[in-house]
Structures are given as structure tokens and as C-alpha cells.
């Protein structure tokens, strides 16, 4: 099994940032990739942005040049460092940890973006 935790979630007003942070706990070893996902109200969970073991990183097209994932291996932990953010980016956020055969999820965590 694989725990994972989130945190730096927040309000922000436009154009501020924010950095997440998601710390892996458990069966670390067999996680082939971990991501950011989103979702807002009425709207399906989305792929913000993912990073494999191997570093090769993948951005979903809303958040290309203003967010940035990365991982600190010594650490377990992924960030996603938000950059410009825009009230359409208000959403709970959820890490996940995909071991190929299952994934695990956060518990999420609210970034709200204020006009």
C-alpha cells in the first residue's frame, strides 16, 4: 500500500502562486508515476500534471508555462509549484501515485483562486 499526504493548499488572489507538496509513505518503490489531478464543482477530476520515476514530466495544456511538478526523491515527495493562477484554476487537488496495476490517491487539497 502506498499513503500519501498533501498540503499547501490555499486561497490565493489572481496571478499569486502556491506550491503543493505530497509525501509517499508505504510501497514506494513500485510507483511508476505520480500526478497532480483537479476537480472542480460539476466538472470531472483532470490531469494537471505528472512526473514518472525516470523524471519525464507531462502537463496538461491549461497550466503549460505556469505550473511545474517535480520530486524530491531523499524525500518521497512531489511538489507542484503554481505559478500565474487564475480563478479558473480553483479546484480540489488531489495527488495520485500510479503503481501500473492501481492507483492511489491524496485526500485532496482546496487551492482557490479570488478575482
Known amino acids: 500500500q502506498v499513503q500519501l499526504v498533501e498540503s499547501g493548499g490555499g486561497v490565493v488572489q489572481a496571478g499569486g502562486s502556491l506550491r503543493l507538496s505530497c509525501a509517499a509513505s508505504g510501497s514506494i518503490f513500485s510507483i511508476n508515476a505520480m500526478g497532480w489531478y483537479r476537480q472542480a464543482p460539476g466538472k470531472q477530476r483532470e490531469l494537471v500534471a505528472a512526473i514518472t520515476s525516470g523524471g519525464s514530466t507531462n502537463y496538461a495544456d491549461s497550466v503549460k508555462g505556469r505550473f511545474t511538478i517535480s520530486r524530491d526523491n531523499a524525500k518521497n515527495t512531489v511538489y507542484l509549484q503554481m505559478n500565474s493562477l487564475k480563478p479558473e484554476d480553483t479546484a480540489v487537488y488531489y495527488c495520485?501515485?500510479?503503481?501500473?496495476?492501481?492507483?492511489?490517491w491524496g485526500q485532496g487539497t482546496q487551492v482557490t483562486v479570488s478575482s
Open positions: 495520485n501515485a500510479d503503481l501500473g496495476y492501481y492507483d492511489y
